[in-house]
């Protein structure tokens, strides 16, 4: 049976203690998402290609630049560059994460620990002020340092979750936060989009270079901004690991924790059975939120000002789309609803393969349609996860559950960039995403979802 020090309120909260702790988790989702929204998905692939092609010897504004760069000594073509450089994060990632998790399982100050982290990555962003002219090199290691941080404080804030809410629970509370995370993110990404919209001016590429460049660090002040938040509202739930090893070196203690977890692992292969269903079902999803764009200019030729309201429209529906799945999750269980919302990730394919092109409102549409089963099916699986996780090793786990997120999240470009390459069609590579949602479908169906919360040594919810 998991120890309720790690799984569930302590006994001196109060009901009124514990809403409060819970705001605070809420409201880091709500400061982070604005790195993801503003930052990776629309701003700096954009600003730091652009700073590269000028330190390649291309012109402001210009169509095409074959220029190369030399990070290194490398020569990179300066289109690649960035690219290559999320490819680095992804595996520097790989590395970093679980030593995280293991000594937030280990500290008795993880608050300190998601403050570090957070802060970290939030002044990196805040530094791209510092962005400016050719300085490519600059750009790219302060992007390492803020996406690296940015996953470690989101292994450090998910390993709050089992000790913030019962088995029962979860799944709402998992909910709430992406819920206010989207709307957060998307609230920020708007003032910037409105921001950029009418301050910018089309024969002035440098304006609206720059103004990219104070959207990107916006999003590091409203992170820096909001994380005050929960460092107040939030509590130390520290182990009972943690508290017989007070006074040791965390760091060291947790090196060594992961070392035993990644023998000891084995030992619970149900969970690592629904880590491989994640890691498939997973990238479809994250395929189709990074492909989306190209999708809808390169085959769809729609215009810019329709992608963007799409973008929105997925934002502010991922709010309601999140909750809504959480509200059918305690009527059927989070395993039977993540199921469900897969079927309807299959739709989204099929609707997105059948959609006629120069048409924004279909589009529109499903956009609509993805924000809906977007926020839902990302919350309610993390929320799942965290019944398979053995008491007092969250953080560590968790650490393992964001490089299934993030660490993978190749697979399923590369399928849509070989299929694109062998059929020059991007409607046959979208509907190629298929094989993600149905084999992952497949997996998680076949995990015994009761039998493997028990085997984590913890208690099943009342409704699975």
């Not at 982290?117 to 962003?125: D, L, N, P, Y």
């Not at 019962?166 to 709402?172: F, I, L, N, V």
């Not at 959609?355 to 924004?360: D, N, R, S």
């Amino acid at each position: 049976m998991a120890d309720p020090v790690t799984t569930t309120p302590t006994t001196v909260d109060t009901p009124a203690g514990l809403r409060r702790e819970r705001r605070g988790w809420y409201l880091y989702d709500w400061a982070n998402s604005a790195f993801q929204t503003t930052v990776i998905t629309v701003f700096l692939g954009p600003f730091l290609t652009t700073v590269t092609e000028l330190a390649a010897g291309c012109e402001l504004g210009a169509d095409t630049c074959d220029g190369y760069v030399h990070p290194l000594g490398v020569r990179v073509a300066a289109g690649s560059y960035y690219p290559y450089l999320i490819s680095l994060s992804v595996l520097l990632t790989v590395f970093v994460l679980p030593v995280v998790g293991a000594i937030a399982d280990r500290t008795v100050h993880k608050k300190r620990l998601l403050a570090g982290a957070a802060f970290t990555g939030a002044g990196a962003t805040i530094a791209m002020a510092l962005v400016t002219g050719d300085r490519y090199l600059l750009g790219g290691a302060l992007f390492l340092v803020a996406n690296i941080a940015f996953g470690a404080a989101v292994v450090v804030y998910n390993s709050f979750l089992p000790q913030l809410a019962g088995p029962d629970e979860r799944d709402a509370v998992s909910s709430r936060g992406w819920a206010i995370g989207y709307l957060g993110g998307g609230l920020l990404l708007a003032l910037n989009l409105v921001a950029v919209t009418l301050l910018s001016e089309d024969d002035n590429p440098q304006r609206t270079l720059d103004l990219a460049r104070w959207s990107i660090v916006s999003a590091g002040v409203w992170w820096a901004v909001f994380t005050l938040v929960p460092l107040r509202w939030l509590r130390e739930h520290p182990t009972a690991e943690a508290l017989r090893g007070a006074g040791r070196n965390v760091v060291t203690d947790g090196f060594r924790q992961l070392g035993r977890t990644l023998r000891e692992i084995k030992a619970y292969p149900l969970t690592l059975f629904f880590l491989l269903a994640f890691l498939v079902y997973n990238d479809g999803i994250q395929t189709v939120i990074t492909l989306a764009s190209q999708y809808g200019t390169e085959e769809l030729r729609l215009g810019q000002s329709t992608l963007i309201v799409t973008i929105l429209l997925v934002q502010f529906l991922a709010f309601g789309g999140a909750l809504a799945l959480g509200a059918l999750a305690r009527r059927i269980g989070a395993w039977k609803t993540v199921l469900l919302s897969l079927v309807l990730w299959t739709g989204v394919i099929i609707g997105a393969f059948r959609l006629p092109a120069e048409a924004p409102l279909p589009f529109m549409i499903l956009g609509g349609a993805i924000g809906l089963v977007l926020g839902g099916s990302q919350a309610l699986s993390r929320s799942l996860f965290s019944q398979l996780i053995p008491a007092g090793k969250e953080g560590e786990y968790y650490g393992f559950y964001e490089i299934s997120d993030k660490g993978t999240s190749w697979l399923g470009p590369l399928a849509f960039g070989l299929v694109f390459q062998l059929t020059s069609s991007y409607r046959v590579g979208l509907v190629s995403l298929l094989i993600f949602f149905v084999v992952g479908f497949a997996l998680l169906a076949a995990v015994p979802i009761r039998r493997a919360i028990v085997a984590a040594g913890n208690t099943p919810p009342r409704v699975l």
